[in-house]
């Protein structure tokens, strides 16, 4: 008897077609996503910007993207309204994107091309794109524990909301594969016009799923307190725990490990293995194939908070394993790069659906203080990730570094692809051995998304 009133008052668990309604609501946020951080450095410098400036665009964005994240947090838990926050985001990466990848506004308007006009000109695109992004991000994140209290079935959102990270970015690697096997001089005004249809191309495709997610999900309800006023809890509730800094560390390391190794993967095949020019979407979309398969399977099973702890740091350690050979890949065996971003994917996989997880696992039932939360989490993770791809980028080289092509060489990009992510991952799984949650015995989702 006991068993059964047990059971019945456990949350009720979600079925697939609200788990897949919510989990597509950030594919607009992941295709725009996955460009910026795999082909904006690549992109800036091939129009002609220098490292430098093109790193001065990517940490205005980052800055603008944490700013906003911790202002939107706090304003959704004041107010809620998650669903407009959503789309107000959407509105404006999508109107942002294609200026961004698609050539510089001001310097248009100004009839200048000098490398200042041109910084300016993008350094506002990014701070519009980013800013938008964030709102997006902070409002779809924090809508999971509103969506449904039970556990299981937050991991379930949460790992569906990976995998369709994952598809967008198929999709746009798909894109660009094509895109760039395009026979096209390479003249600044062609670059720019590849660029632009990918821009095009990816913001339709995503503007399909926003629509979905805004008609099948139904906006959570905050909490009113007797005077008419949302109950939301204090910074101070959060800041006493000890649990917030350790989620804090997981979630911004891992953001480190997949950021900083997604912005440098492209330069990484072309300048550094001086594989063909197809492989920079190529083998992105193997990273991405490979994490959409383990997201799908990790959905399926038991969760409880031990068990995120010791599927994040399994994580953690395949990742420092694959930055180690990331560092020390000859030119000669470059082929063995395509098993290695299978490995790779799988680590992102765990690493970030079990560190997502645990931002939950820790927030639990205060809904109402959810968005300060991940908004937080979300500042610091810009921040830090913005000053290290500033300094990473600044001093990247635009040409391939001259290496034998049987011993590696050392350079900033494999530096930043195989130390920085390797180093991060094997922090974090430190971290997550002292975690302690208060989770009861892992449950199966009662309707699995994908049965």
């Not at 980013?130 to 999971?144: E, K, R």
């Not at 026979?183 to 503007?207: C, H, P, R």
């Not at 094997?426 to 199966?444: D, E, M, Q, Y």
Request: proline share 4%; charged share 10%.
């Amino acid at each position: 008897m006991m068993v059964n009133e047990m059971v019945d008052d456990e949350p009720k668990s979600l079925g697939r077609c609200s788990v897949f309604t919510y989990a597509v609501g950030h594919m607009l946020n992941d295709i725009t996503s996955s460009c910026w951080y795999t082909y904006l450095l690549l992109y800036l410098t091939d129009i002609g910007l220098s490292p430098s400036n093109a790193a001065t665009v990517t940490l205005t964005g980052q800055f603008a993207d944490a700013f906003t994240t911790i202002i939107a947090g706090e304003l959704i838990d004041r107010f809620g309204h998650f669903k407009i926050w959503h789309v107000m985001g959407c509105l404006l990466v999508a109107l942002s994107f294609t200026s961004l990848f698609g050539g510089c506004l001001p310097c248009k308007i100004l009839g200048s091309d000098s490398p200042v006009v041109q910084t300016a000109g993008y350094c506002i695109s990014s701070v519009i794109f980013c800013s938008g992004w964030s709102c997006t991000q902070i409002s779809h994140m924090s809508m999971v524990n509103g969506v449904t209290l039970n556990p299981t079935s937050r991991v379930a959102c949460v790992s569906c909301r990976n995998a369709f990270t994952m598809i967008a970015s198929l999709i746009l690697y798909v894109i660009a594969f094509f895109v760039f096997n395009k026979e096209t001089s390479s003249s600044q005004v062609d670059i720019k016009n590849q660029y632009q249809l990918m821009a095009y191309i990816s913001i339709f495709i995503g503007a399909v799923f926003v629509i979905i997610f805004q008609l099948g999900t139904k906006e959570p309800s905050l909490k009113e307190e007797s005077n008419g006023k949302r109950a939301t809890a204090s910074w101070t509730y959060w800041l006493k725990k000890v649990l917030y800094y350790q989620v804090l560390s997981i979630y911004v390391l891992t953001r480190v490990v997949t950021n900083v190794s997604q912005t440098f993967l492209a330069v990484y095949v072309i300048n550094d293995l001086r594989m063909s020019p197809s492989s920079k979407a190529l083998i992105p979309a193997i990273i991405y194939l490979s994490s959409f398969v383990a997201s799908v399977l990790l959905q399926e099973l038991k969760w409880s908070g031990e068990r995120l702890k010791a599927f994040f740091s399994a994580g953690g350690l395949l990742w420092l394993f694959c930055g180690a050979v990331v560092i020390f890949l000859p030119i000669n065996m470059h082929a063995f790069m395509y098993v290695l971003s299978i490995l790779i994917g799988i680590a992102n996989a765990l690493m970030m659906v079990t560190a997502i997880g645990m931002e939950s696992e820790l927030v639990d039932k205060d809904l109402d203080g959810s968005a300060f939360v991940y908004g937080s989490l979300g500042f610091i993770d810009k921040v830090l990730c913005g000053v290290f791809l500033y300094f990473l980028e600044s001093y990247e080289s635009a040409d391939p570094v001259p290496c034998d092509l049987t011993y590696p060489c050392f350079s900033v990009t494999r530096f930043s692809l195989g130390f920085i992510p390797g180093i991060s991952a094997l922090i974090g799984v430190v971290v997550a051995f002292f975690i302690r949650f208060h989770t009861p015995n892992p449950k199966t989702l009662r309707e699995p998304f994908l049965a």
